[in-house]
C-alpha cells in the first residue's frame, strides 16, 4: 500500500512546450530545467540519447519541469539573454525565471539531480534575506549562475575564509564560473580554496576542476595528480568520471605520470 501510495504521487516527468508554460507550469514547488541547445551539436545529441531517457532523469517529475530552447533558432534572443555561451547550456530558473543554477556540457543524470535539488533550495529563498552561511553560499552560487561577477565577489566576502562546507562549496562555484570564463588563473585560485574542503564531494569536484586548469596551461603533472585523487573516491558524478579518466590516460601520455598521493594544493 505504501508503494503504491508513493507511485501514485510521483509526477510524470513532461517537458514543457515553451518557457512561458514550463514556468507557469512549475509553480512554487518545483523548478524548470531550461536544456539550450543548437543544431549540429553532438554534446547536445549525447544529452538527448543518454541522459534525458534514463530513468534517473525521468525520476524528477516531482522537482523539475524541463523545456527545450533552440539557441541557434527562434529562441536565439532568449538563449543570449540568460547569459549562455556555449552548447549544451542546462539553466535551472525559479519559477519567476531567475537563474539559480547552470550546467555547462555534457552531465549525466545524477548531476542533474543533484543541482536540481541544490536549485529548489536556492529558489525557495531568493526573496528571504540571507543570514546563515549557507544562505551566502547559496547567493554565491546564483550570482555564478547568472554571470554575476560583483556578486560573487560580494557574496564570498560576506563568507570571509575556511574551509568549512559552505565556504568551499562557493568556491567551487566560483571557480567553475572563471574557468568559464576563461579566466584560468583566477579559477585554480578559488579550487585550491575548495579542495580543502571537508566535504568529499566538493573536494573531488574541486580536484577535478583544478586538474582542467593545469590542462589547459600544459601542467600535465600537475593535471595527473589531481585527476588521481579526484578519482579515488566515487564522489564525481558518472559523466565526470567518465571525462576525468580520459583526462588522465591523455596526461599521463603527454609525460605527466604521478603518485595518486601527490596532490597539488
Not at 507557469?24 to 543548437?38: I, N
Not at 568556491?171 to 568559464?180: K, P, Q, R, S, V
Not at 566538493?202 to 577535478?208: D, G, I, K, S, W
Request: net charge neutral.
Amino acid at each position: 500500500m505504501i508503494l503504491l501510495a508513493a507511485l501514485a504521487l510521483a509526477a510524470p516527468l513532461q517537458w514543457a512546450a515553451d518557457l512561458p508554460t514550463a514556468l507557469r507550469t512549475a509553480g512554487g514547488g518545483r523548478v524548470v530545467l531550461a536544456f539550450l541547445w543548437k543544431q549540429d551539436c553532438p554534446w547536445c545529441d549525447k544529452l538527448e540519447k543518454e541522459t534525458f531517457p534514463s530513468k534517473e532523469f525521468q525520476d524528477l517529475g516531482n522537482s523539475l519541469v524541463p523545456v527545450r530552447l533552440q539557441g541557434d533558432g527562434s529562441e536565439a534572443g532568449e538563449s543570449a539573454r540568460l547569459g549562455v555561451r556555449g552548447f549544451p547550456t542546462l539553466l535551472f530558473l525559479s519559477s519567476k525565471g531567475r537563474v539559480v543554477g547552470r550546467i555547462q556540457g555534457f552531465v549525466s543524470a545524477d548531476a542533474i539531480q543533484f543541482e536540481a535539488s541544490e536549485a529548489a533550495r536556492r529558489a525557495c529563498n531568493l526573496d528571504v534575506v540571507p543570514r546563515s552561511r549557507q544562505a551566502f553560499a547559496d547567493r554565491v552560487a546564483i550570482a555564478a549562475a547568472q554571470r554575476n561577477e560583483a556578486d560573487v565577489e560580494t557574496w564570498l566576502g560576506r563568507l570571509g575564509a575556511g574551509s568549512d562546507p559552505e565556504s568551499a562549496a562557493a568556491h567551487l562555484a566560483a571557480g567553475i564560473y572563471f574557468e568559464e570564463e576563461m579566466r584560468l588563473t583566477d579559477a585554480r585560485s578559488h579550487f585550491e580554496k575548495a579542495v580543502l574542503s571537508t566535504d568529499a564531494r566538493v573536494r573531488a569536484q574541486a580536484l577535478f576542476g583544478l586538474a582542467r586548469t593545469y590542462l589547459s596551461t600544459d601542467g600535465f603533472a600537475d593535471a595527473a595528480r589531481n585527476l588521481e585523487a579526484a578519482l579515488a573516491g566515487e564522489h564525481l558524478f558518472h559523466s565526470q568520471r567518465e571525462l576525468a579518466a580520459n583526462l588522465l590516460k591523455f596526461a599521463r601520455q603527454k609525460g605527466g605520470g604521478a603518485e595518486p598521493s601527490m596532490v597539488r594544493r
